[in-house]
Nanobody
Framework: QVQLVESGGGSVQAGGSLRLSCARSGYTYRRYCMGWFRQAPGKEREGVAAIYTGGGTTYYADSVKDRFTISHDNGKNTLYLQMDSLKPEDTAMYYC????????????????????WGQGTQVTVSS
């Protein structure tokens, strides 16, 4: 089993920044596609960003492109999401996800592509 634990959420004013972290533990596969998803109240979970841990190829939703940056530290088995220029519409529960696969073999911003999930961390952006 793979365990994922998110941290770094909080409350921030519009225009501010936050960095989310996702620590991975448990069974170790050779490679992963890892992603960040978010779900606002009353809305479906949506893909925000994804990265292949074996080569760093990244994918972003249009709504966060040029504002969010996904990265992965293989030595620490930790996934990050740097969020800058935050907007009130970024308010949501943010989830980390992983699947032992190349990102190119799945749809990396699609929820059902991933098999392992964290419990989420809340991000609230006020105007």
């Amino acid at each position: 089993q793979v365990q994922l634990v998110e941290s770094g959420g909080g409350s921030v004013q519009a225009g501010g920044s936050l960095r989310l972290s996702c620590a991975r533990s448990g069974y170790t596969y050779r490679r992963y596609c890892m992603g960040w998803f978010r779900q606002a109240p009353g809305k479906e979970r949506e893909g925000v960003a994804a990265i292949y841990t074996g080569g760093g190829t990244t994918y972003y939703a249009d709504s966060v492109k040029d504002r969010f940056t996904i990265s992965h530290d293989n030595g620490k088995n930790t996934l990050y999401l740097q969020m800058d220029s935050l907007k009130p519409e970024d308010t949501a529960m943010y989830y980390c996800a992983a699947v032992p696969s190349y990102c190119t073999l799945i749809r990396p911003l699609l929820e059902r592509s991933f098999g392992y999930w964290g419990q989420g961390t809340q991000v609230t952006v006020s105007s």
